[in-house]
């Protein structure tokens, strides 16, 4: 069956970096699109990243842009999130998740999903 399974998130002080990352399994990696969510405490899930499947092309939320990096390796069926220069109001639950076409924002156009880990950025 299909699972989408992220590490790396934690606690970290605000201007830190951590690495999220997801391995896929289930279904063919290289053909889907891959996208990074997130959702804080009373507020709706977010678009943060996404990659493209073949041209590896990438979109970003404004209010991450210069700051996080999404890359896949399809040998490893894994997308990663580099997240620098970390904000308070980056905290939250990111998620992974998987579309079978071209990247979309919307977070209801994505077939699978991972359980999520928490990212904590304080002061």
């Known amino acids: 069956q299909v699972q989408l399974d992220e590490s790396g998130g934690g606690l970290v002080q605000a201007g830190g970096s951590l690495r999220l990352s997801c391995a896929a399994s289930g279904f063919t990696f290289s053909f889907y699109a891959l996208a990074w969510f997130r959702q804080a405490p009373g507020k709706e899930r977010e678009f943060v990243a996404a990659?493209?499947?073949?041209?590896?092309?990438?979109y970003y939320a404004d209010s991450v842009k210069g700051r996080f990096t999404i890359s896949r390796d399809n040998a490893k069926n894994t997308v990663y999130l580099q997240m620098n220069s970390l904000k308070l109001e980056d905290t939250a639950v990111y998620y992974c998740?998987?579309?079978?076409?071209?990247?979309?924002?919307?977070?209801?156009?994505?077939?699978?999903w991972g359980q999520g880990t928490q990212v904590t950025v304080s002061s």
């Open positions: 998740a998987a579309r079978g076409s071209r990247t979309s924002t919307s977070p209801r156009l994505y077939n699978y």
């Open positions: 990659i493209n499947p073949s041209d590896d092309s990438t």
